[in-house]
């Protein structure tokens, strides 16, 4: 633990990143800006775990473990979804989210 | 001293996540959003999680960050700047923001957290042996199961962008101008060309 900062602040850190990550994901047009939101909301769920884990049960090791599996998804949806905005942008000639409305060829 | 390491790292955390989410051009938010991943590392190290912080740097400072700049760079004009969505969606998505982050503000410290006292620093080692232990608590089938994950998440990458047959772009060629001139003019040929013959034959 980090001496001298309680749990609740850094619980309410990662909430504020959370909040805004849904905020970049509710207002952005852009499908690359869309993932950053994505990307931000993941990384302050991480946190969330480790802290949790640091702070209320050092001797275990699940929350660590878990981040450590979390990021690991969060990278292979990165490049999933990089592959498909790549591929979006080669048929329609975009990536706006407006435009991405057909999901068959 | 830790405390205010501490301070300084959120508000270099909120601010660039807050210019990642707002700022009008893509690369530069990529960028912010690369501060606040490092600053999370800073986070981990701080707690004594350095393997964690390790990874973070690895994989999400060097992986993710470099996967979507790519994505940019291959499919965003750098000086264009992004449509933004107007006033009143993001006043009310502010809003809703505000309202869910009091709402999770007022559990968290509802809550009597019990945190224990106690440190101890956990060995990379003893990280190994619970990825790949399988009796009680251990993760040998999640870490399996991960790897074949991203063994698909590869194969899958590769086959949806390599993309394969050539297609008609419907899109395109509706916002090309001088095609939509020229489709115009054809069309009007065409349509002159049949009443002359109608005349003709009448």
Request: charged residues 15%; glycine residues 6%.
């Amino acid at each position: 633990m980090i001496p001298g900062v309680s749990i609740n602040e850094i619980l309410t850190l990662t909430s504020i990143l959370f909040f805004i990550g849904v905020y970049g994901f509710i207002t952005r047009k852009n499908l690359i800006s869309v993932l950053i939101s994505v990307e931000l909301i993941l990384n302050s769920s991480v946190i969330n775990f480790v802290v949790i884990n640091k702070y209320l049960y050092p001797e275990l090791l699940q929350g660590m473990v878990y981040s450590i599996f979390i990021i690991a998804v969060a990278a292979a949806e990165t490049a999933l979804a990089v592959a498909i905005i790549i591929n979006i942008y080669r048929r329609t000639g975009s990536v706006e989210v407006k435009e991405t409305e057909t999901m068959k060829y | 001293m830790e405390k205010v390491i501490f301070y300084i790292l959120a508000i270099i955390m909120v601010a660039s996540a807050v210019a990642a989410v707002s700022s009008r051009k893509m690369l530069r938010s990529v960028v912010y959003l690369l501060f606040v991943l490092m600053g999370a590392a800073g986070l981990y190290f701080q707690m004594d999680y350095n393997f964690l912080a390790a990874i973070q740097l690895t994989v999400y400072a060097g992986g993710v960050v470099v996967l979507i700049i790519f994505s940019v760079l291959l499919i965003q004009h750098i000086e264009m700047e992004l449509e933004v969505a107007g006033k009143y969606r993001q006043t009310i998505s502010a809003l809703i923001c505000l309202l869910g982050l009091s709402v999770f503000l007022a559990t968290i410290y509802a809550h009597p957290f019990e945190a224990a006292g106690v440190t101890t620093t956990t060995t990379t080692a003893e990280i190994g042996r619970a990825l790949l232990s399988f009796e009680k608590e251990g993760f040998i089938l999640p870490f399996e199961v991960i790897s074949v994950l991203l063994l698909s998440v590869m194969i899958g990458a590769i086959v949806i962008a390599k993309g394969g047959m050539e297609i008609e772009r419907p899109l395109m060629k509706k916002n090309d101008p001088e095609k939509i001139l020229q489709k115009n003019t054809k069309e009007k040929t065409e349509e002159k060309i049949p009443e002359e013959k109608n005349r003709c034959l009448k």
